[in-house]
């Protein structure tokens, strides 16, 4: 029998009642927290819950938590992080983990959304001390991405795309590669990027190739989204980076490594997946190929006795 059967028999999601959510700030003590978006900041914010947890018994505790974060807090400016279509058929707890049955039609999120998506499940439910993991399944079978069970997740097996200890502006170096057309290699350049509680990094280590004479990209391409998760950048830009005019002396593979070795240069970032409005495509011009995880390049990396 499938091991999600196996758990506690299924319990309709309850309708939400009582006490609402709380809207709070940051940094704040992760304990009995829900994590909704915040499409002002395209980022996953934390309200307080407003009942008290040890009234529900944790199956109840656990559907009303994904009760809320399907239907946000009213009057909040925060939007339910998971989308309203999204069918959850069961929810089970087993001992301290949550056990989550979604519909077939979960695969069909695109790659930063269905993250988000989990991230806020996650360390939603993590964050009260009834549960300290949680499982996905997708039409009764394991959650699966590249042949790999993801199996069960625990708050550390999620990143949220806010620095949680950041109290204001922070001044941090980085490593930023920009392409020399003369030479057709890479340019390590230091630089001291500013960094704001409400921004990602990686936002703004793009915001470093705008810049100055060796910008990489123009300001009309816009960065739709940025997500890392499990060491995995996926970075979203709109369809203009497909078309973008390359500089001359320079190439596909250098504009693309230019991002993926500065976005790498992260300590939490190993491999970045590139995006076109949310979908994987298979080219750049027609020139380079885009359907892969890219890992820093050395060869491209301009030394002098190179």
Same mark, same amino acid.
């Not at 709380?22 to 909704?36: A, F, G, M």
């Not at 795309?161 to 020399?180: H, K, V």
């Not at 497909?242 to 993926?260: C, D, F, H, Q, W």
């Given at each position: 029998?499938?091991?999600?059967?196996?758990?506690?028999?299924?319990?309709?999601?309850?309708? &939400?009642?009582?006490?609402?959510?709380?809207?709070?700030?940051?940094?704040?003590?992760? @304990?009995?927290? &829900? #994590?909704?978006?915040?499409?002002?900041?395209?980022?996953?914010?934390? !309200?307080?819950? +407003?009942?008290?947890?040890? %009234?529900?018994?944790?199956?109840?505790?656990?559907?009303?938590?994904?009760?809320?974060?399907?239907?946000?807090?009213?009057?909040?400016? #925060?939007?339910?992080?998971?989308?309203?279509?999204?069918?959850? %058929?069961?929810?089970?707890?087993?001992?301290?983990?949550?056990?989550?049955?979604?519909? &077939?039609?979960? #695969?069909?999120?695109?790659? $930063?959304?269905?993250?988000?998506?989990?991230?806020?499940?996650?360390?939603?439910?993590?964050?009260?001390?009834? *549960?300290?993991?949680?499982?996905?399944?997708?039409?009764?079978?394991?959650?699966?991405?590249? +042949?790999?069970? $993801?199996?069960?997740?625990?708050? @550390?097996? !999620?990143?949220?795309?806010?620095?949680?200890?950041? %109290?204001?502006?922070?001044?941090?170096?980085?490593?930023?590669?920009?392409?020399?057309?003369?030479?057709?290699?890479?340019? %390590?350049?230091?630089?001291?990027?500013?960094?704001?509680?409400?921004?990602?990094?990686?936002?703004?280590?793009?915001?470093?190739?705008?810049?100055?004479?060796?910008?990489?990209?123009?300001?009309?391409?816009?960065?739709?989204?940025?997500?890392? @998760?499990?060491?995995?950048?996926?970075?979203?830009?709109?369809?203009?980076?497909?078309?973008?005019? &390359?500089?001359?002396?320079?190439?596909?593979?250098?504009?693309?490594?230019?991002?993926?070795?500065?976005?790498?240069?992260?300590? @939490?970032?190993?491999?970045?997946?590139?995006?076109?409005? +949310?979908?994987?495509?298979?080219? *750049?011009? +027609?020139?380079?190929?885009?359907?892969?995880?890219?890992?820093?390049? #050395?060869?491209?990396?301009?030394?002098?006795?190179?």
């Amino acid at each position: 029998m499938n091991r999600f059967y196996m758990i506690i028999s299924f319990l309709a999601v309850m309708v &939400i009642s009582g006490c609402a959510p709380q809207e709070t700030t940051l940094p704040i003590e992760d @304990h009995n927290l &829900i #994590y909704l978006f915040d499409a002002g900041n395209d980022q996953l914010k934390p !309200v307080l819950y +407003g009942k008290n947890p040890e %009234e529900l018994i944790p199956n109840e505790l656990a559907e009303d938590i994904v009760g809320y974060l399907k239907t946000g807090v009213k009057g909040s400016t #925060y939007e339910p992080s998971v989308e309203s279509g999204l069918e959850v %058929e069961q929810v089970n707890v087993l001992g301290n983990s949550v056990f989550i049955n979604f519909n &077939i039609d979960y #695969y069909l999120m695109p790659p $930063i959304k269905e993250l988000q998506t989990r991230t806020a499940i996650v360390r939603s439910l993590t964050s009260f001390d009834t *549960f300290k993991e949680v499982e996905f399944f997708v039409g009764s079978k394991p959650l699966i991405f590249d +042949g790999i069970e $993801i199996g069960r997740m625990s708050k @550390h097996d !999620v990143l949220l795309t806010f620095d949680e200890s950041l %109290e204001g502006n922070e001044y941090q170096n980085a490593t930023i590669y920009y392409p020399d057309p003369e030479i057709e290699k890479l340019v %390590e350049t230091d630089v001291v990027i500013d960094i704001a509680p409400d921004r990602k990094i990686e936002e703004i280590i793009i915001d470093q190739l705008r810049r100055g004479d060796d910008q990489v990209l123009p300001p009309y391409v816009e960065l739709l989204n940025v997500y890392t @998760h499990n060491g995995i950048c996926f970075i979203d830009f709109s369809s203009e980076f497909l078309t973008m005019p &390359i500089k001359e002396g320079l190439n596909e593979r250098l504009v693309v490594y230019a991002i993926v070795n500065s976005l790498v240069e992260l300590d @939490h970032v190993s491999t970045v997946q590139i995006l076109i409005n +949310g979908n994987v495509v298979s080219d *750049f011009k +027609g020139n380079f190929s885009m359907n892969r995880l890219f890992e820093k390049n #050395y060869s491209l990396i301009y030394h002098e006795n190179n």
